[in-house]
């Protein structure tokens, strides 16, 4: 039966029931470390993607996103303290569901790896471009340079997004050769995000005007399944900004009494971010307005060559929602031209480096499942040199890179979220499932009312994608129908657990991966973390 293989749990844990870890980590300390690890690209980046979806409704977007998150988070939290090795969702599934399903799992993210870091390096390109070369050097890029023909419509001149693309392979040559950065530094990175936000907070909330918050949701709360558009269709967007807040789960390992401070941690740090997105939001939304550009059947433009043609004329020059570096581009708007340049400084330091977690996410997923036999194990093969996985390596960069240059960071945002959101839901439904077929294994952390948190999760997940753009929905299904049929044609013959070869112990990826930036400060005492950090 294609349903019928299990790699058993134990063989799964048979390296982490060696190890033990110190349980050092407090409420507040787990607190800030999620803090630190969620905020990142899409508040940089989506904000103004968001206000065109949803209008000033944008603030509780936040919200609802945030809603998802607390729930998937608290099931991350224990299946990631039962099953503290690498792999994440597609290890977890195949404990529990079965090799098929763990195997669309993992195809799953690594669409969401690798489209994420192909989002993020359009959303650095922006600044780059904008901050960096025309602000600050006075040199003028042009378009059909720096944008992709999807981001400008073909009539306004847009070919490559070339900055896009050259970061994602920088990131991909030094991931290739490896890298190890101290968490003294990650923090610096960190600090620099928070007080940019901060600072952007502090400058815009004084000069709100009211009227830009009306009409409040001018596509409504629902803009219908596939529309992509509404306060949901952008909270199915802004997703993206929460991207991260899984790190915090696996560190129930590491926390001192995890049953209260792991809930704390979660809820905390998702609910620390929500408030900061909502007022970043509802400063540049009430600082300079944030009303979408609406088709002629009353619907906003979603990303594509009608609004890049609207956002082209002088009507619109200027609007938060045709702005590519959004909160730079409030604060220039109100006069506050220097802040504004260090902000989009901050994007441009800090973003690659998230690139860099989320190339590293991509090769760790594709070698686990290349170490499984699902997927040939010549993409697993280690550098002699550099003991990096460079075939993998090389392959993912390539693709990132490509798609970089030719899609709007919007578009590759929705479409990452649509991996993503499976992914939540199919590790809801594990622990769910753990709960019932294997009830006595210990649990470090234990989920709350597992049924309602289970099932709201599933929910919310589903709630979201249905709310996706269309186009990014029907990604998910495409892109898992082509992985299945490499799984019928190559893994399901060639699989260890199909072939009877069950390892006893299972080798560290860590022990063969470099460390990289985002990741050494929650990795240093756990080599066996879950997921990257964004």
């Not at 040199?139 to 997004?161: C, E, H, K, R, T």
């Not at 799984?487 to 080798?507: F, N």
């Amino acid at each position: 039966m294609i349903f019928g293989r299990v790699k058993p749990l134990d063989a799964i844990l048979a390296t982490a029931e060696k190890k033990s870890l110190k349980r050092s980590l407090g409420a507040i300390q787990l607190t800030l470390f999620g803090v630190g690890c969620i905020i990142g690209t899409g508040i940089f980046v989506l904000t103004s993607v968001g206000a065109q979806k949803a209008g000033p409704g944008l603030i509780l977007s936040f919200v609802v996103a945030g809603a998802v998150c607390v729930v998937a988070a608290l099931c991350y939290a224990e299946i990631a303290s039962m099953i503290p090795v690498a792999g994440s969702a597609y290890t977890y599934s195949y404990a529990v569901q079965g090799e098929f399903l763990a195997w669309t799992v993992g195809w799953a993210l690594l669409l969401e790896y690798a489209v994420g870091a192909s989002a993020v390096s359009v959303g650095w390109s922006n600044y780059f471009v904008n901050t960096v070369m025309e602000r600050s050097w006075g040199i003028d890029v042009p378009d059909w340079l720096s944008a992709g023909p999807q981001a400008l419509g073909g009539a306004v001149g847009g070919f490559i997004n070339l900055p896009a693309a050259v970061i994602a392979l920088l990131m991909t040559g030094l991931l290739l050769l490896g890298t190890s950065e101290s968490a003294k530094f990650n923090a610096i990175l960190v600090a620099i995000k928070v007080t940019a936000l901060t600072a952007f907070v502090i400058l815009t909330l004084p000069v709100m005007d009211p009227a830009n918050f009306e009409p409040f949701a001018p596509a409504g709360m629902f803009g219908g399944i596939g529309s992509g558009v509404g306060i949901v269709g952008a909270a199915a967007t802004m997703f993206f900004a929460y991207v991260g807040f899984d790190a915090v789960s696996t560190a129930a390992e590491e926390t001192k009494n995890p049953q209260r401070n792991v809930p704390i941690g979660l809820i905390g740090s998702l609910a620390i971010c929500t408030i900061f997105y909502m007022l970043v939001s509802a400063g540049a939304v009430g600082a300079i307005g944030g009303a979408p550009i609406m088709g002629p059947d009353g619907v906003p433009y979603n990303a594509g060559p009608a609004l890049s043609a609207a956002c082209a004329t002088a009507q619109y020059a200027d609007a938060l929602v045709c702005s590519p570096e959004p909160l730079a581009h409030v604060l220039q708007e109100i006069g506050y031209g220097t802040t504004g340049n260090l902000i989009g400084y901050a994007a441009f330091i800090a973003l690659p480096s998230v690139i860099l977690i989320l190339l590293f996410g991509q090769t760790r997923i594709f070698f686990v499942m290349a170490r499984d036999g699902l997927l040939p194990e010549a993409l697993s093969k280690i550098h002699p040199k550099w003991q990096t996985p460079h075939v993998v390596t090389i392959i993912t960069g390539l693709a990132v890179a490509t798609a970089a240059a030719f899609f709007p960071v919007g578009a590759l945002a929705d479409i990452a979220n649509a991996g993503t959101l499976y992914a939540f839901a199919m590790v809801a439904i594990a622990v769910w499932q753990l709960r019932k077929t294997d009830p006595n294994r210990p649990r470090p952390f234990r989920v709350p009312a597992i049924g309602v948190i289970a099932s709201l999760t599933v929910f919310g997940c589903v709630f979201l994608f249905t709310n996706l753009p269309l186009e990014a929905i029907l990604v998910l299904p495409i892109w898992t129908a082509i992985g299945v049929l490499i799984y019928l044609a190559y893994g399901r013959r060639k699989s260890h657990l199909g072939r009877g070869i069950v390892e006893v112990h299972e080798p560290e990826i860590h022990d063969i991966q470099p460390t990289i930036p985002g990741v050494d400060e929650d990795r240093a005492s756990d080599p066996n973390a879950n997921r990257p950090l964004t």
